[in-house]
């Protein structure tokens, strides 16, 4: 048996990292989640020999993620942490959701080891794949005793799971921390540390007892030129209990928006202004009758009103 604090479990659930594609050069149009966790860590030569345990937990493309797989996963990390003989926990993952998976997990597990996702750009049977690195690095920041908490690796970049965003629909780097720097580089297997490792404390932690078909519904609706009141309003119709607007710039609204918004509000509806930007949010200081959801982007704004709105902890200015 590994002594403790050794064992990294890496738990799969899909996505590019775990593609293939019949053509080498084949970056796209592959199938995601094709491998298992056990067959990807075989793939990694320098993994070979350490105490890692594997668990396939789901094989899905993560533009298919649902809430149903994010607490069975949310479930099975706190079970592998309470484990005595566990350093910390990988996660390989599809990197479409990631910044939602990643946030979910650091509102709802009580992360006091790390807790570390990775994922790739580029299918397993690529010429060059990112994925095998990746993982490496992923393996090296679960076993840091110093570290803790919910975070991705992914470049040789350790981002906070909170700061997460996909920037770039095809290139190998591209996540950020939004306006954050990342938390450390690993360089050479060793980790150069720039900021404290983020704090463990899942405000949320309620969600995971309850069944996940009952969430309260949390729509996104977009701003844009021409923006009609008739979408928001099909959507309020429709059962939404909270709406995300995905604002122009600094999460302006459209005017025929705005109107259908007051209209939810006034309903019960809960309405926030996210930025569509990929950096910057949304700063506090405008005179919109809207709640701005900060620095979250409108998928994550999302996920934060649909926990507040579980667990009753709905406030006007929300942040990870």
Not at 153 to 160: H, K, R, T, Y
Request: contains cysteine.
């Amino acid at each position: 048996m590994p002594s403790a604090r050794s064992l990294v479990v890496v738990i799969g659930t899909g996505g590019t990292i775990a593609g293939t594609a019949p053509d080498p050069r084949a970056h796209v149009g592959y199938k995601a989640g094709a491998l298992a966790a056990q067959a990807l860590i075989a793939s990694v030569p320098s993994l070979q020999g350490q105490a890692l345990e594997a668990e396939s937990l789901a094989q899905l493309d993560s533009g298919d993620m649902d809430h149903a797989t994010w607490v069975r996963l949310a479930l099975a990390v706190q079970r592998h942490l309470a484990r005595r003989e566990v350093a910390g926990v990988v996660i390989t993952h599809g990197t479409d959701t990631l910044e939602e998976t990643a946030l979910f997990l650091h509102l709802t597990v009580a992360a006091g080891k790390p807790v570390v996702l990775t994922a790739a750009m580029r299918p397993a049977t690529a010429a060059s794949p990112d994925g095998p690195q990746n993982l490496v690095d992923a393996v090296t920041v679960a076993r840091l005793k110093a570290a803790r908490g919910v975070v991705a690796v992914l470049g040789g970049q350790v981002f906070a799971g909170s700061e997460l965003r996909k920037v770039h629909g095809y290139r190998v780097d591209a996540f950020t921390g939004g306006d954050a720097p990342p938390l450390a580089l690993l360089q050479n297997g060793q980790l150069r540390a720039f900021r404290p490792w983020p704090d463990a404390v899942p405000v949320h932690a309620a969600a995971l007892t309850s069944d996940p078909a009952g969430w309260p519904v949390v729509d996104i609706v977009t701003s844009h030129a021409g923006a009609r009141a008739q979408t928001l309003d099909a959507l309020v119709a429709a059962g939404a209990r909270g709406i995300i607007i995905a604002g122009t710039g600094n999460g302006s609204v459209h005017a025929e928006l705005l109107a259908a918004a007051l209209r939810a509000q006034q309903r019960g509806v809960v309405v926030r202004r996210a930025s569509r930007c990929l950096l910057g949010g949304v700063v506090e200081g405008s005179l919109s009758p809207l709640a701005n959801a900060g620095a979250l982007t409108p998928a994550q704004a999302r996920l934060q009103l649909m926990l507040e709105l579980l667990t009753g902890a709905t406030h006007a200015a929300p942040g990870p």
